[in-house]
């Protein structure tokens, strides 16, 4: 039966209690049912056709919500984006009141469904191969510790350092910083991520929702041995007009002094991490604040080689900026060994000199890339802008193309076995 047929709409909705406004949800919809405003992220009800793209992806389970409603009683999306928590289940005798029966319910359980024709019309959707399970050798992430649906709302950490990652500049400030977590229990692993809790309350006098930023240290804490971990942080100082510009959360966290107090929830993310096996290969492509999982990546391997018990794949980091003053730990990144990583870096707005992207670096290195596509040990990680997911895959696409690949089953298999992992912003 079509849907539209049913008296009763199993509607699918986002909790805005636990969202923690990545965007994952709204990026991966093929049918574009989902958007949102400066606070919440809803779903429209009359494009949801229930394909269930947006569930697996979404690292706190907040898109997974659903209330049985009648259907000329749908809540709206301006409803919904005033909401700071989700209403509660209609009752039996309230769903009977409006004439909906218990087949009605049955009928309303929505389906996974095939892609709509219009979603199959679009020549090319890069998420439609971002890989929703993590890499097979990949260690246990635990999620959702602290938040508004945990025993405890959030955990405070304690800030131990704060220090500039990036030249001064104009209109862009990046910073590198440390949290500890003293003997509160806070596993992380590479490629998850945290949410920051700003004080304070918003515009209308709500507080602050959390803000999520991508671990930039390995496991075992910046600090190794150490309960702590760092973020890479980015706050934006002027618009494209000139005009000062103060983000809340970035802001914030920039101005840490050492000895600040932190409220943080999470983490977050089961799926963006990076594979044990000792010869697994991985391909990293990034920019700006999207490099904080390689580096936590890229320093969980180092840490391991130094130990001189791990005999690692290789790794190969593409990371591009605007000039390299704006490339967070560009110092750092040339004194890696060139044995242990091959570095590639591209620069889109240096003076006398022709704009370069991570796809143009990516298309030298075809030769190297197209086995690596073609190798089950090997695992590709983007991160960054959003701007830059789609030119990537379709450069994965050309590559693979190009060597004489089918990329449907290469693509497919990227996704199916946790191999291409997409996360922009």
């Not at 979603?119 to 999620?143: D, I, K, L, N």
């Not at 107090?261 to 799926?271: L, W, Y």
Request: contains cysteine; glycine residues 8%; hydrophobic residues 35%.
């Amino acid at each position: 039966m079509d849907q539209s047929e049913i008296t009763l709409l199993k509607q699918h909705l986002i909790d805005p209690e636990i969202c923690i406004r990545c965007n994952t949800c709204e990026a991966t919809c093929p049918v574009g049912a989902i958007t949102h405003d400066s606070r919440n992220y809803v779903v429209d009800p009359d494009k949801c056709n229930y394909c269930m793209a947006c569930v697996p992806p979404c690292p706190t389970g907040s898109i997974d919500n659903w209330r049985n409603v009648p259907r000329v009683q749908a809540y709206s999306l301006e409803a919904q984006l005033g909401w700071d928590e989700l209403p509660p289940e209609l009752s039996e005798a309230e769903l009977a009141a409006a004439g909906a029966s218990a087949a009605d319910v049955a009928l309303a359980e929505p389906q996974e469904m095939p892609l709509s024709a219009s979603a199959m019309e679009q020549p090319f959707r890069s998420a439609a191969y971002g890989a929703t399970v993590p890499p097979w050798s990949a260690a246990h992430a635990f999620t959702n510790l602290y938040g508004p649906k945990a025993a405890e709302p959030f955990v405070t950490a304690t800030v131990t350092g704060n220090v500039r990652v990036t030249e001064v500049g104009r209109d862009y400030d990046t910073h590198h910083v440390v949290l500890d977590f003293g003997h509160t229990p806070f596993p992380v692993l590479e490629g998850q991520s945290i949410g920051i809790v700003p004080p304070g309350v918003d515009g209308n006098g709500r507080a602050h929702f959390p803000r999520q930023y991508s671990v930039a240290s390995p496991r075992n804490g910046e600090r190794a041995g150490y309960n702590n971990l760092s973020l890479t942080i980015k706050r934006v100082l002027e618009d494209h007009d000139g005009k000062p510009v103060r983000g809340v959360a970035s802001n914030y966290m920039c101005d840490l002094r050492v000895g600040d107090k932190v409220q943080v929830t999470g983490p977050f993310g089961a799926s963006f991490l990076m594979p044990n096996h000792p010869r697994s290969h991985i391909v990293m492509i990034c920019t700006g604040t999207g490099s904080a999982p390689m580096r936590a990546m890229t320093e969980w391997r180092r840490r391991l080689r130094a130990s001189g018990k791990f005999e690692s794949g290789k790794l190969m980091l593409f990371f591009g900026a605007r000039t390299p003053e704006e490339l967070p730990y560009f110092g750092p990144l040339q004194r890696l060994p060139k044995d242990f990583i091959d570095v590639n870096l591209a620069f889109s707005r240096v003076p006398g000199q022709p704009k370069r992207y991570v796809q143009d670096l990516m298309r030298e290195r075809a030769a190297d890339l197209a086995p690596l596509l073609a190798d089950p040990d090997a695992c590709f990680f983007v991160c960054g802008l959003k701007a830059m997911e789609e030119g990537v895959v379709l450069t994965l696409r050309e590559i693979a193309q190009e060597a004489g690949m089918d990329w449907e089953a290469i693509g497919q298999g990227l996704r199916r076995d946790g191999r291409l992992h997409l996360e922009t912003y």
